[in-house]
């Protein structure tokens, strides 16, 4: 077949399936804002597309978001009109729709079959909207309007769509019945040839020398350091687990700018407003025990999560992220928050200690408990990572049921 991937990031979610189809010899083709120049990649060729300069015009605040998506993928479908009159029809596309530049691909392919990867449904009464009320919109009502606008790409999106595939159940219903009804759940899939308990492995940070999984070591993960990932509760928990496990070290990893949500006020970051916050309550000899190591390349992240004594992963009822498995899948003993999705992924007492995502003293709590239990910690790792071998394991699970959900797609059958 022929495959067109667009993924305004490629590969994100493709990663791994794009070089599989590739390797099958099917030609595979992505557009993606994120090269300048067209390249080959583990099989797959890969064709910048560029947003056009565009004058400051006066657009309702509400509408903001679909025309930047509508900018996006007129940006998109022009490209793509240049790879039809130079001869290539997809048989398939393969998008995420989340940016908007799949939305005018029919009329370049009509012919084409299209999937989409359905990360999240806006639902303006869901959770996740007014979930923290620290973090509530000044006018809650007209909020609710707004987050119904962000769902318009999805709407233009859903007719043409021959099916979609989500990673979570969660994540899943939150799109309508009438959707709903063509998204299979199938999750991205875990290498756990690449992520597994390593003994041995050491970690060098700056202020701590080199680590192992013999030091007391508490991690916590985010793309962004921000509250919809439970940011703000944990450096609020901070100052009573760093007194009361004077040997601890704590690892942050994180960059400075916003995932989702709203952003901080005052051109501030998220990550040095809560630092600021609890500094005052917290020693400097304590302070020096935490480390914040910004983002950080793949094979160091592994091993981070290979010394962890307890992995920390906290999140509003949103998408769920893939450090939460690939930690699983190190056998890492875990906290994390009692909310959907993770109650999908974890079990208490089984696989994790679950705790109200507000209940930082909770939170501390557990910690501490398997930070002194050195059985639970080895039970609840090992068996967090059987549930992702049996359940998510990359080669094994996920891509096997990635690829019969692309011949369900040209079928036109459900999985």
């Not at 010899?25 to 947003?51: D, F, I, M, S």
């Not at 549930?387 to 369900?408: A, C, E, F, G, M």
């Amino acid at each position: 077949m022929k495959i067109l991937f667009i993924h305004q990031n490629f590969p994100g979610q493709y990663k791994h399936l794009a070089p599989l189809l590739a390797s099958r010899r099917h030609q595979c083709v992505a557009l993606t804002l994120r090269v300048k120049e067209a390249t080959t990649w583990n099989g797959v060729r890969v064709l910048p597309y560029t947003l056009p300069k565009r004058k400051a015009q006066a657009v309702h605040p509400w509408l903001t978001d679909l025309d930047t998506k509508v900018t996006r993928a007129e940006a998109c479908y022009r490209a793509a009109r240049q790879l039809r009159d130079k001869g290539f029809t997809p048989d398939l596309i393969l998008a995420h729709p989340g940016w908007g530049e799949s939305m005018f691909l029919r009329d370049v392919w009509p012919d084409a079959r299209l999937g989409l990867y359905c990360e999240l449904y806006h639902l303006s009464d869901y959770p996740h909207v007014d979930f923290d009320p620290e973090f509530t919109a000044a006018d809650a009502e007209l909020a609710h309007l707004r987050i119904r606008m962000k769902n318009l790409n999805n709407h233009i999106h859903f007719p043409m769509a021959d099916a979609g595939i989500s990673p979570t159940r969660f994540q899943a219903d939150t799109f309508p019945p009438e959707f709903r009804d063509r998204i299979t759940v199938v999750h991205d899939g875990v290498d756990t040839d690449v992520s597994r308990p390593d003994p041995d492995v050491r970690l060098s940070v700056e202020g701590a020398g080199d680590l192992t999984k013999q030091d007391e070591i508490v991690t916590f993960v985010n793309r962004n350091l921000e509250p919809y990932r439970g940011y703000h509760v944990f450096m609020r928990a901070l100052p009573r687990l760093l007194k009361e496990r004077p040997k601890l070290r704590v690892l942050i990893v994180g960059g400075d700018e916003v995932s989702y949500g709203a952003r901080p006020p005052n051109g501030q970051t998220w990550k040095q407003i809560f630092i600021d916050e609890v500094r005052k309550d917290i020693p400097d000899t304590d302070w020096a025990r935490v480390h914040f190591l910004g983002r950080i390349p793949h094979q160091q992240f592994t091993t981070l999560l290979q010394i962890s004594t307890v992995h920390v992963y906290l999140t509003y009822p949103f998408v769920l992220s893939w450090s939460l498995l690939e930690a699983m899948s190190c056998e890492a003993a875990i906290v994390a928050s009692d909310t959907a999705p993770v109650r999908e992924m974890l079990s208490q007492g089984e696989t994790a200690r679950l705790v109200d995502f507000f209940d930082r003293e909770g939170l501390v709590t557990e910690v501490v408990a398997l930070l002194e239990d050195d059985d639970a910690r080895k039970r609840m790792g090992q068996a967090a990572r059987a549930h992702v071998v049996h359940n998510y394991d990359l080669r094994t699970i996920s891509l096997p049921k990635q690829i019969d959900w692309i011949s369900s797609v040209m079928s036109g059958a459900k999985v």
